[in-house]
Structures are given as C-alpha cells and as structure tokens.
C-alpha cells in the first residue's frame, strides 16, 4: 500500500524564520510530487510542484526532493503568520489512474 | 472565470434522507474525484471519474453513489445507507496528463440534523 507520512505538528515558527516541512514516502515509483496548502474551513491550494531531483524555488517557497531516500520536503522562508496553515504531501505514480497519495498534513503556525 | 463550483457551502441532511452535493468544472479537465475530509483523518478518496460515463470507486464509496453524465459535471449523492456522513465534501479535476496534478473545488460541509 502506498504511504505517504507526515509530522502532524503543529510546526511553531517565529515570524521571519525559516519553515521547514517533510514528507516520506513508500512507493519507490513516485514520480510527481506536490504541496498544497489549506487554510482552517478552506480548500486544498496547491503551491509547489517537483518532478525531479533537487530544488525548485518559486518566491518564499522551496520544494526538495531526494528519490533515492524517498523524501519531499518544503521549505518557507520569512513565514509570515499569513502561512500559518495546514500543508498536505500529496505523491503520484506515472500512469495508471493518476490517483495522488495524500499525507495527512502538517499544521505550521507562524507567530509574531 | 476558470474553476470549479460546489454547491451548497453547507448542506443539513435529516435522518434517512439523500442529499446531493453539487460539482462543476469549467476547466476542460477530464478527470473529477470526490473527497471527504474529517478532522485529523486526512483526504479520502470517495469516487472518481476518468471520461465521461465512467466512474470507480475510491477507498469509502459505500453509501455514496455518483454520475458523470456531462465532462464538465461530477454530482455526489450521499444516501441514507452512509451512517456517519457529517464531514468536509472536497471535490477535484484534472487533466490526464503524468505531470498535473488536482485542483479543488471550495467544498462542501455536510452536517446531519
């Protein structure tokens, strides 16, 4: 069965600290990746995707990925508390039904 | 605008009632999936719809039903069989390509009298 594990948190950061989300998981076929964000009542947003190995920046946000130790993870810089939210891993395998493993979430809360 | 619409934002189901929960999709995306979140439970995955005229079931399709009649439409009926149905209705689309993945729609939060 595929997995997909995340810290529940909450993640309690200082204003204009970096954030640091992780995500593992299990199925070593994986091939697409993505972070979302959902705030308290709200909807799932996604925010980052990553395909390959590495980093990809886009503004505050970094996603990383390492296929080799099975892990994505998403990095904030200068979290303002407006990041204060839930963040779901969300992992898909190429072909098939294109169904993406969710993690559960992590909670992050960014205080002043 | 492009997007998806789900209507209502709050939906009160009666005991031993079926209710439906409204999905549209203006994105041209071929896929559409059904959602139900729960506190501290995560996404599960309820049915999905490839093409038009097709759907699967997801992990906790008992006491739900769909169709997929229209590419653009995905309604959700939750049946009186679903005994425990209070929960967030998250419905999504895609394309079925490798590299995209699912938008959201805003949700529906379903609540029993």
């Known amino acids: 069965q595929k997995e997909v594990e995340q810290n529940s948190g909450p993640l309690s950061v200082p204003e204009g600290a970096i954030a640091s989300l992780n995500c593992t998981y299990s199925?070593?076929?994986?091939?697409?990746f993505f972070w979302y964000r959902q705030y308290s009542g709200k909807s799932p947003e996604l925010i980052m995707s990553?395909?390959?190995?590495g980093d990809k920046e886009d503004g505050r946000f970094t996603a990383q990925l390492n296929k080799a130790s099975q892990y994505v993870s998403l990095l904030i810089r200068d979290s303002q508390p407006s990041d204060s939210a839930t963040y779901l891993c969300?992992?898909?395998?190429?072909?098939?039904?294109?169904?993406?493993?969710f993690g559960r979430g992590t909670s992050l809360i960014v205080h002043p | 605008d492009g997007g998806i619409t789900q209507s209502p934002k709050y939906l009160f189901r009666k005991e031993g009632q079926n209710v439906t929960l409204s999905c549209e999709q203006n994105l041209n995306h071929d896929a559409m999936y059904w959602y139900r979140q729960d506190p501290g439970q995560g996404l599960r995955l309820i049915y999905y719809?490839?093409?038009?005229?097709?759907?699967q079931k997801g992990d906790i399709a008992e006491g739900y039903s769909v169709s997929r009649e229209k590419k653009e439409s995905f309604p959700l009926t939750v049946t009186s069989a679903q005994k425990n149905p209070t929960a967030f209705y998250l419905c999504?689309?895609?394309?079925?390509?490798?590299?995209?993945?699912?938008?959201f729609g805003p949700g529906t939060r379903l609540l029993v009298l």
């Open positions: 990553i395909y390959s190995n």
């Open positions: 999504a689309s895609r394309m079925n390509t490798n590299v995209e993945t699912q938008y």
């Open positions: 199925d070593r076929v994986s091939q697409s």
């Open positions: 969300a992992v898909q395998l190429s072909g098939g039904s294109y169904i993406p493993t």
């Open positions: 719809s490839q093409i038009v005229n097709d759907f």
